[in-house]
């Protein structure tokens, strides 16, 4: 029997809905993606939630709900002074802690749940740090090994300002520590150095040497021999001022840090 185009556009369109209307009878349709990090499939911990899935765009109540961490500990883990903890999104905190000069993010929260709840982290790979009111919390109520001591004790943030007091408590952001808002960036500079800088290394500013990280300015990379036209060439755009931090660099222009971070890392890696 021959069909015509009737007759398909027909059958297209009833097979489409059909599927559509069985799903929602059997309660498998959703129009609304799922935050559901990835599980382990093997060992002690298989069908619990790994914590190195943790996404940027989980809000606090989604690790609080994911992981069954109060939200108490959370808020004052990373300084969260809103009035809905659970509301706040995991991708602001990069911005909000980019002047302690380390990389304190998504990351950071990964490192901290995994640590809380005693599920395997790898902690070999990119440093990652935490805020002493973290530290603070997890070594009053998880289970460390020596060895997850060590690291947190070198990998919490050492501020140079005061910090809060020891007791356990939401903390409110103060103007010295984390400004209101970040001011504008100047990407042009004066002659001197490529892109307008004064090619003068930031002595507050001195990052470990050909690892690219918080501390590290364009002048840096230019310094461990980077060459101006492949920086140029991978941000799309003239060198900025040789000594603004990468960092600030990355959050004026709307850009995730971390990935900009490791594409300028696969750059020094090369030479």
Do not use: C
Not at 76 to 83: G, K, T
Not at 245 to 268: E, N, P, R
């Amino acid at each position: 029997m021959r069909i015509t185009p009737r007759w398909m556009a027909v059958s297209v369109v009833f097979v489409l809905f059909g599927g559509i209307l069985l799903s929602i009878a059997l309660g498998e349709w959703t129009t609304k993606s799922t935050k559901e990090p990835l599980k382990f499939t093997e060992g002690e911990f298989a069908g619990e939630y790994n914590p190195a899935d943790i996404r940027g765009s989980y809000t606090f109540g989604d690790v609080s709900r994911l992981f069954e961490i109060p939200l108490e500990d959370l808020a004052v883990a990373f300084r969260v002074s809103e009035p809905d903890v659970a509301a706040v999104s995991l991708k602001t905190l990069e911005e909000k802690f980019v002047d302690l000069g380390v990389d304190l993010g998504t990351s950071s929260v990964r490192l901290f749940v995994a640590l809380y709840k005693g599920l395997p982290f790898e902690l070999s790979g990119e440093d990652i740090f935490l805020l002493p009111e973290a530290s603070e919390l997890l070594k009053q109520k998880a289970s460390l090994s020596p060895e997850q001591l060590v690291y947190l004790d070198s990998h919490t943030v050492n501020e140079a300002t005061e910090l809060a007091t020891p007791a356990i408590q939401v903390v409110t952001q103060s103007s010295e520590v984390t400004p209101e808002s970040t001011p504008a960036l100047t990407l042009t500079g004066g002659a001197g150095t490529p892109g307008g800088g004064s090619g003068t290394p930031d002595p507050e500013h001195t990052p470990e040497a050909n690892k690219v990280g918080g501390k590290t300015t364009f002048q840096h990379l230019l310094d461990w021999g980077v060459k101006q036209e492949d920086i140029e060439k991978l941000i799309g755009q003239p060198l900025p001022s040789a000594n603004l931090l990468i960092k600030d660099w990355a959050t004026s222009q709307g850009l995730s840090f971390s990935t900009v971070k490791d594409q300028l890392q696969a750059l020094v890696d090369e030479l």
